[in-house]
């Protein structure tokens, strides 16, 4: 039998998550082509490694690629955006009922918000982002669902390019702060209706800033 090889991955995950980053941060703009020598040439590695790094971001949707053409950081299409909320609402909301009724209190979803609620309005996009999707993942995860925490999970990396395009709706990390603490505060009072209005809600919001930065963002390419 032929000796298997494994290849290295460490510089393949390092180079996915400081794209990922760059991504979220706004750094890597939507639509624009990232040609894989320019890219390879800025990090120092070999052409296949970036090659790679990409194709892990197509998988999880960050990144899109089409035949002849360079990886491009894309820009959610309103069917697009509402395909996406349509599935996290059905996670989500039932997620919510779920720890609400059980009148638990997620200790994960409280440190996300305590996070949020510290950030000064200059904080990174990314880290917001990243404490975003901490506090709706602890909701999931209290569950103690791993099939619904799976459906989750897939939907992430979609989600994290969601919020770093919703960056242009908030003036400052607080606003997100309080519309997650005042979700936190009504499933710990166990008010179950009102968490799932409130789980709506702020989806809604966040499909119909989206939908707003998104036809903006058309309508300064067409002009």
């Given at each position: 039998?032929?000796?298997?090889?494994?290849?290295?991955?460490?510089?393949?995950?390092?180079?996915?998550t400081s794209l990922r980053?760059?991504?979220?941060?706004?750094?890597?703009?939507?639509?624009?082509?990232?040609?894989?020598?320019?890219?390879?040439?800025?990090?120092?590695?070999?052409?296949?490694?970036?090659?790679?790094?990409?194709?892990?971001?197509?998988?999880?949707?960050?990144?899109?690629?089409?035949?002849?053409?360079?990886?491009?950081?894309?820009?959610?299409?309103?069917?697009e955006i509402s395909d996406?909320?349509?599935?996290?609402?059905?996670?989500?909301?039932?997620?919510?009922?779920?720890?609400?009724?059980?009148?638990?209190?997620?200790?994960?979803?409280?440190?996300?918000?305590?996070?949020?609620?510290?950030?000064?309005?200059?904080?990174?996009?990314?880290?917001?982002?990243?404490?975003?999707?901490?506090?709706?993942?602890?909701?999931?995860?209290?569950?103690?669902?791993?099939?619904?925490?799976?459906?989750?999970?897939?939907?992430?990396?979609?989600?994290?390019?969601?919020?770093?395009?919703?960056?242009?709706?908030?003036?400052?990390?607080?606003?997100?702060?309080?519309?997650?603490?005042?979700?936190?505060?009504?499933?710990?009072?166990?008010?179950?209706?009102?968490?799932?209005?409130?789980?709506?809600?702020?989806?809604?919001?966040a499909i119909g800033d989206?939908?707003?930065?998104?036809?903006?963002?058309?309508?300064?390419?067409?002009?």
């Open positions: 039998m032929a000796k298997l090889t494994l290849k290295p991955v460490s510089v393949i995950s390092a180079l996915a980053e760059r991504v979220l941060n706004g750094e890597l703009a939507p639509e624009i082509p990232l040609p894989e020598l320019e890219l390879a040439k800025q990090y120092g590695v070999a052409r296949p490694t970036i090659r790679a790094a990409i194709h892990h971001l197509t998988l999880t949707g960050l990144l899109s690629r089409e035949a002849n053409r360079s990886a491009f950081v894309p820009r959610l299409r309103e069917e996406l909320f349509s599935v996290r609402k059905v996670v989500e909301t039932e997620a919510v009922r779920l720890v609400t009724e059980s009148r638990l209190r997620p200790a994960a979803a409280e440190q996300a918000v305590r996070l949020l609620e510290s950030f000064p309005p200059d904080t990174k996009w990314s880290d917001v982002v990243e404490a975003d999707l901490q506090f709706h993942r602890a909701l999931v995860a209290a569950t103690k669902s791993p099939r619904l925490l799976r459906l989750f999970e897939l939907l992430e990396d979609e989600i994290r390019l969601a919020i770093a395009q919703l960056k242009p709706a908030y003036d400052s990390p607080a606003t997100l702060a309080r519309e997650h603490r005042e979700l936190l505060t009504a499933i710990e009072s166990g008010k179950t209706g009102t968490a799932m209005a409130l789980t709506h809600q702020h989806l809604d919001q989206l939908t707003r930065t998104t036809s903006s963002a058309g309508r300064a390419r067409v002009g």
